[in-house]
């Protein structure tokens, strides 16, 4: 398995990121991580539309909740041919209790717990923590990645100006 070393850091240490980095360009790979209800979930359930994939460690720290807020804030504005997906190692019950306590509800929330196999196909997994990186990847209709952020120290947040634009102009 590959390992990527100088990408990221985690409260400014480095960090190994397990599996392939993903780049602009790439077909994006698919994946099955765990939806609401425990159901399986595949980027290819939604082929057609422009994905916006908000990766984070966990939605129980300061950072993870700001960026999910932010993203479910932004969908409201953004073409019904857009999907935020957001992409975590948060269990589903988790991820399900802070939507329903913060009125997130224009998102889909999926967690990569069981498997790592988004982490893992994306290069988003953290060797030293098991965690995701935090970061976004946006995906066009065709299935192509049109913009991608590894967020260079995971305690911060995404720039989600840049994230939006390569959304709307993948459309």
Same mark, same amino acid.
């Given at each position: 398995?590959?390992?990527?070393?100088?990408?990221?850091?985690?409260?400014?240490?480095?960090?190994?990121?397990?599996?392939?980095?993903?780049?602009?360009?790439?077909?994006? !790979?698919?994946?099955?991580?765990?939806? =609401?209800?425990?159901?399986?979930?595949?980027?290819?359930?939604? %082929?057609? %539309?422009?994905?916006?994939?908000?990766?984070?460690?966990?939605?129980?720290?300061?950072?993870?909740?700001?960026? +999910?807020?932010?993203?479910?804030?932004?969908?409201?504005?953004?073409?019904?041919?857009?999907?935020?997906? +957001?992409?975590?190692?948060?269990? !589903?019950?988790?991820?399900?209790?802070?939507? *329903?306590?913060?009125?997130?509800?224009?998102?889909?929330?999926?967690?990569?717990?069981?498997?790592?196999?988004?982490?893992?196909?994306?290069?988003?997994?953290? %060797?030293?923590?098991?965690?995701?990186?935090?970061?976004?990847?946006?995906?066009?209709? *065709?299935? %192509?990645?049109?913009?991608?952020?590894?967020?260079?120290?995971?305690?911060? =947040?995404?720039?989600?100006?840049?994230?939006? =634009? *390569?959304?709307?102009? *993948?459309?």
């Amino acid at each position: 398995m590959k390992e990527n070393k100088g990408v990221v850091t985690f409260a400014g240490n480095p960090v190994t990121l397990l599996g392939e980095l993903i780049k602009v360009g790439d077909t994006a !790979p698919d994946f099955t991580a765990v939806g =609401e209800g425990l159901k399986p979930a595949r980027l290819s359930d939604y %082929k057609g %539309k422009t994905v916006i994939l908000s990766v984070f460690p966990s939605v129980d720290t300061k950072v993870c909740a700001a960026q +999910t807020r932010r993203f479910n804030k932004e969908a409201s504005g953004l073409s019904e041919h857009v999907v935020v997906l +957001t992409l975590s190692k948060d269990l !589903p019950f988790a991820l399900g209790r802070f939507c *329903a306590a913060e009125g997130i509800d224009r998102i889909h929330t999926l967690s990569d717990y069981m498997h790592s196999e988004f982490g893992l196909k994306y290069g988003f997994l953290m %060797k030293e923590n098991m965690l995701l990186a935090r970061g976004v990847v946006v995906i066009n209709p *065709a299935g %192509k990645v049109t913009y991608v952020e590894y967020v260079k120290e995971v305690t911060s =947040e995404p720039d989600y100006t840049k994230a939006l =634009e *390569a959304a709307r102009a *993948a459309l």
